[in-house]
């Protein structure tokens, strides 16, 4: 009996840090800065 709940409770603690787990996602987009300065401190900012 010890072992049914102890395999069932490790099952459900899988699945549940499964679904918490995150995948990183890169987004990009276009920065129109008036000149390179703007445009490395707007790129800075985003980080």
């Not at 709940?5 to 490790?10: K, T, V």
């Not at 787990?21 to 703007?38: H, I, P, R, S, W």
Request: glycine share 6%; hydrophobic share 45%.
């Amino acid at each position: 009996m010890k072992t049914r709940i102890l395999s069932l409770a490790m099952v459900l603690g899988l699945s549940t840090l499964s679904l918490l787990a995150q995948t990183l996602k890169t987004e990009k987009f276009e920065v129109a800065g008036n000149c390179g300065m703007c445009k490395t401190r707007i790129e800075k900012a985003a980080n």
